[in-house]
């Protein structure tokens, strides 16, 4: 294991974790990876491993039978991960997010109900915020629930949903306009509903109006299921709105999405390892003019920037992922970290590709399907002009001119 984004202050039992998640996936997720991508085939046995390790619940208290750690603990099983296999990162993502808004923002009862299940990943989660229409205006929600005695009914489409065919839990953002005047702001008039579901495609059969078309066709993310999902009459009961009120659901996905940037950065910062790896074994293995092209000046060069960007891409996201354990605001510090991680991977990733040369063009290298992961990443949880946004904002509180 080289020196490169190694973690300062790691606990035995954290250190215990990442050891353990790092040898699984060397041995169940590297081997089986590239191929099982290629094929677009979602990998069971290896959600299987994780839900053994118990990965599914590593951030649900101990109460409800997770283990109970934190969000660097999560971010850097993440990043592991994510060096193995992206896609891998994703399924648990999703389901992380929703679980964490059930323990912030879900009743007792939501919490009783759903967290043992989703920490043994008997349930995994799926959330939905996205339409076809919304790019990154989530005010303009167009999904709507309507208050019909003690169910609402929900009627819309929404997109680009992770985990959309896989789970059985969708946590769903709508609009639900009772108790607001008119001219109330779009994000005060928001609900999110928990929907449990049957896995799979087509109309689904435990809830009427429900639809999952099938997987949207990717150029890369694969394995994964991506999907659109239709509501037509849904009905869902009122006690299945999240915290049991309509109107914070805009608050919780935003906070769900502060902690998902996290975790989008350590995946970031995982295939930017990865590819750095496979750049400088490359570099090592490849020969011309007679020596290794390691040895050729312009390769150092890239190897030094490839190096530095990993290193500041991981301490980035460490430091956002501790600011959030501490219970302090850490919208600026995730928008950067995800901000750079995704920049920082996208650029290493390139460069390993330019130093395979042709043979990154093949499909027999790994780093041919890295090429075409990265670039999710610089949308994935907020696009970069998004997080630079944040970021302004947060900078210009906190830097006020006092003229």
């Known amino acids: 294991m080289g020196r490169l984004a190694q973690t300062d202050g790691l606990t035995d039992v954290q250190q215990e974790i990442l050891s353990t998640v790092r040898d699984f996936v060397n041995k169940e997720i590297l081997p089986v990876a590239t191929e099982l991508e290629h094929r677009d085939e979602y990998p069971s046995d290896i959600v299987e491993g994780l839900k053994e390790l118990g990965i599914f619940g590593l951030m649900i208290p101990e109460e409800y039978g997770g283990l109970g750690e934190s969000l660097l603990t999560y971010a850097l099983t993440v990043e592991e991960i994510a060096r193995g296999w992206m896609s891998v990162s994703g399924i648990i993502n999703t389901h992380f997010i929703v679980a ?84 109330a702001a779009p994000h005060k008039s928001m609900t999110t509903f928990l929907i449990e579901k049957e896995p799979g495609f087509g109309a689904n059969p435990k809830v009427p109006g429900l639809t999952v078309p099938g997987k949207i ?77 390691a040895q050729h000046q312009a390769i150092q060069f890239k190897l030094a920037e490839m190096a530095t960007k990993v290193e500041a891409a991981h301490r980035m996201m460490v430091n956002a992922a501790r600011k959030k354990d501490s219970g302090e605001r850490n919208d600026l510090e995730a928008g950067m970290a995800k901000y750079l991680a ?20 093949s499909k027999e290298y790994e780093i041919e399907r890295l090429y075409r992961e990265a670039p999710m990443l610089l949308i994935g949880e907020g696009t970069a002009e998004i997080q630079k946004m944040i970021i302004g904002r947060r900078l210009l509180e906190e830097y006020r001119f006092q003229g």
């Open 100 to 183: 964490y808004m059930i323990k912030q923002h879900g009743t007792q009862e939501q919490k009783d109900h759903f967290l043992p299940r989703m920490a043994a990943g008997d349930v995994r989660g799926a959330f939905s915020m996205s339409e076809p229409e919304l790019g990154s205006d989530v005010s303009a929600i167009r999904t709507k629930g309507v208050r019909d005695g003690d169910t609402y009914v929900v009627n819309g489409q929404k997109m680009w949903l992770t985990n959309g065919g896989s789970s059985n839990l969708v946590a769903v953002l709508c609009r639900t306009d009772e108790g607001q005047p008119q001219d």
């Open 217 to 293: 066709d990717k150029m890369g993310y694969k394995g994964v299921d991506t999907t659109e999902l239709v509501l037509q009459d849904v009905r869902v009961p009122a006690d299945r709105v999240l915290g049991g009120v309509s109107g914070r659901g805009f608050y919780q996905m935003m906070d769900g999405v502060e902690v998902g940037r996290v975790n989008v950065a350590a995946r970031g910062c995982g295939v930017a390892q990865r590819a750095f790896e496979l750049g400088i074994a490359y570099a090592q293995q490849r020969h011309t003019f007679g020596k290794p092209i």
């Open 342 to 361: 995704a920049e920082y991977c996208k650029e290493v990733v390139e460069d390993a590709f330019r130093i395979h040369g042709g043979y990154g063009f």
